[in-house]
């Protein structure tokens, strides 16, 4: 009796292991939980107010990744990699994730990157592109920058930071305010 018992329980404990590795290779379509992606990146919203401007990165070309720094001039804080997923939303979706998933693995890189900023101080914003050029076996890295530009932010206003590498050969960082919905001023560089 005591054996048919402990055969009964190996193909029970045999059965439960078979069902969970059957659900996990065919995936559940019930899961109605938080997906791994959405632990890990809560969406949080920065707004410029009365004592902070917010700036946002963006890359212009695509095939680079640009590191950026901000700060007062002398003292720049690192805010992140950013490239350009204009290429990647062509792609069907399985291959867009594995473009994703290579850019923001090795690269920590995000398609723009977002902060506040005192109001009122000199800022400075840095960017620096970085690229890899594949010759067949051999491979080149390549790099453009740093290219700096000091600005004024004022309170409650909005400014996009665009790094834009023309060609692989120069590069060029421009600031613009866009504050007014459709509108998009460039802003003039602060004076020392």
Partial sequence: MEAKGL???????????LSV???FLAGCSSHKGATPAELVEK?????ADEHNAKVIFKVV??????????GKPGDLNRVGAVYNDAQEQQLPAFARGVVKGL????????????????????TEVEGVANW?????????????????????????????VEFDLQNFLSCDQKIFDITQAGQKDQVSPAKR
Avoid at 7 to 17: D, E, M, Y
Avoid at 105 to 112: C, D, F, H, N, V
């Fill in 132 to 160: 890899r050029d594949d010759f067949g076996t051999t491979y080149r890295l390549g790099e453009c920058g740093p290219v700096s530009r000091a600005f004024l932010p004022q309170s409650s206003k909005t400014y996009l």
């Fill in 61 to 70: 070309n695509t095939g680079a990744v640009v590191n950026f720094k901000i």
């Fill in 103 to 122: 850019m923001r693995g090795p690269y920590l890189a995000r398609p723009s990157r977002e902060m506040l900023v005192p109001a009122g101080q000199r």
């Fill in 21 to 23: 590795l059957i659900a």
């Fill in 7 to 17: 055969f009964v329980r190996n193909l029970l404990v045999q059965a439960v292991s």
């Fill in 43 to 47: 969406t949080v919203v920065l707004t």
